[in-house]
Nanobody, 122 residues
Framework: QVQLAESGGGLVQPGESLTLSCSAS????????MGWFRQAPGKEREFVAQ????????YYADSVKGRFIISRDTAKNTAYLQMFNLRPEDTAVYYCARAPWPLENDSRRGIWGQGTQVTVSS
């Protein structure tokens, strides 16, 4: 069974940066997308970013556009989320997901990581 392994979360101050990684245990195909969703305390899970595996096209939520960059290393079967200029409102558990393009906010579709905590606080 394919699994996703996430890493890179942590505690940072406002304005600082973090990079999340998400590695799939089996090959990711060009028809797949990988990306992240996040859930803050008391809020519903929301889309953050996704990348179309084959062509590398990137899509972002408006709230992170210009601050986050999603990329992939096809040889390593790994996606990355570089997060710059982090804000307290970015605090959430970040979940990696992989599914046939496009990703949807639906845990029943595709495979999901265990989540990693990102906390932005002074």
């Amino acid at each position: 069974q394919v699994q996703l392994a996430e890493s890179g979360g942590g505690l940072v101050q406002p304005g600082e940066s973090l990079t999340l990684s998400c590695s799939a245990s089996e090959r990711t195909y060009s028809s797949h997308a990988m990306g992240w969703f996040r859930q803050a305390p008391g809020k519903e899970r929301e889309f953050v970013a996704q990348i179309k595996w084959g062509v590398g096209m990137q899509y972002y939520a408006d709230s992170v556009k210009g601050r986050f960059i999603i990329s992939r290393d096809t040889a390593k079967n790994t996606a990355y989320l570089q997060m710059f200029n982090l804000r307290p409102e970015d605090t959430a558990v970040y979940y990696c997901a992989r599914a046939p393009w496009p990703l949807e906010n639906d845990s029943r579709r595709g495979i999901w990581g265990q989540g990693t905590q990102v906390t932005v606080s002074s």
